[in-house]
């Protein structure tokens, strides 16, 4: 199976501030990898797909770059609104895999 | 506005089989998969298996043994089937919706959009 590492687990940031979270795979995946925030009791949303295409919707300053299998997501100023859980997800070979995500909290 | 709601008895007794719905609204099922997909508590998410609008199938090998997943496309919803579950399988349930392989200029990639909010089953006696 392949593996998706993502740091870090949770982090503290104050709005305004930028946000990186990693995924790495064990493997090459191409662009076969998601973004989401998931929030409690909600349906996860899709931000970012193909490594870097931002979904339909989802505000600019989430943005997604890949390099080679090491993945970024980044929020370039944090709002109130994202305070949250992301998560990647790599669909390029089955079974697809998950990271164990990124809690972002309040600082 | 693409909506999925899991659905099913939150309570399933060790031995027995966890049957739950994924009803969808606002699309149709098809020409999409979709995948079913869980989370322990406390721990991280696990691909379950998908289903093709078409009815074909592909599961995690770790669950392959106990798993089925359909579509009824009068009903606009997706089910999936687990037996012989024991505690291990308490989580909450997610049903997704996947585009399956898109390619574009030589790239390719796989998106999936939309997912339910998610039910929690719990199995217990």
């Known amino acids: 199976d392949i593996q998706m590492t993502q740091s870090p687990s949770s982090l503290s940031a104050s709005v305004g501030d930028r946000v990186t979270i990693i995924c790495r795979a064990s493997?090459?995946?191409?662009?076969?990898l998601n973004w989401y925030q998931h929030k409690p009791g909600q349906a996860p949303q899709l931000l970012i797909y193909?490594?870097?295409s931002l979904q339909s919707g989802v505000p600019s300053r989430f943005s997604g770059t890949r390099s080679g299998t090491e993945f970024t997501l980044t929020i370039s100023s944090l709002q109130p609104e994202d305070f949250a859980t992301y998560f990647c997800l790599q669909s390029y070979g089955p079974p697809w895999t998950f990271g164990q995500g990124t809690k972002v909290e309040v600082k | 506005q693409v909506h999925l709601q899991e659905s099913g008895p939150g309570l399933v007794k060790p031995s027995e089989t966890l049957s739950l719905t994924c009803t969808v609204s606002?699309?149709?099922?098809?020409?999409?998969?979709w995948n079913w997909i869980r989370q322990p508590p406390g721990k991280g998410l696990e691909w379950i298996g998908f289903v093709y609008y078409s009815g074909s199938t592909k599961y995690n090998p770790s669950l392959e043994s106990r798993v089925t997943a359909s579509v009824d496309m009068s009903k606009n919803q997706v089910s999936l089937r687990l037996n012989s579950v024991t505690a291990a399988d308490t989580a909450i349930y997610y049903c997704a919706r996947d585009w399956g392989d898109s390619c574009r200029g030589g790239t390719c990639h796989r998106m999936w959009d939309y997912w339910g909010q998610g039910v929690l089953v719990t199995v217990s006696s």
């Open positions: 606002g699309g149709s099922i098809s020409p999409y998969y």
């Open positions: 493997e090459s995946i191409a662009n076969y």
């Open positions: 193909a490594a870097s």
